[in-house]
């Protein structure tokens, strides 16, 4: 069984604090369905500094990455995000496994 993982552009509310913090409070994420999910941020964790890799994904000095703990039907799950602040967009990196 091999893992595949996948990208996706998502709708982030965050709130930005005087320091430049950015903290992910909210997502909305378009599902297979073409149906809108939206999931509270229960907690998160920034992910540190320059040159971590995360997925595929390095983090960089206009890259900012986060691991978030949301809950999908009663199941907490961890979910990792990331924000290009060249691009201007919030994406959400999640494995997917292959049978």
């Not at 604090?17 to 950015?22: A, E, F, K, S």
Request: net charge negative.
């Amino acid at each position: 069984m091999e893992d595949r993982v996948e990208d996706q552009a998502i709708d982030v509310v965050c709130q930005h604090l005087r320091d430049g913090t950015m903290i992910p409070l909210k997502l909305r994420v378009l599902d297979e369905d073409e149906q809108y999910q939206t999931y509270a941020v229960r907690a998160y964790r920034t992910i540190p500094g320059d040159g971590y890799e995360m997925d595929g994904v390095r983090s960089g000095s206009h890259i900012w990455m986060y691991e978030c703990k949301i809950l999908v039907f009663g199941h907490e799950r961890r979910v990792h995000l990331w924000f290009d602040a060249y691009e201007n967009r919030w994406h959400l990196r999640r494995r997917l496994e292959l049978t």
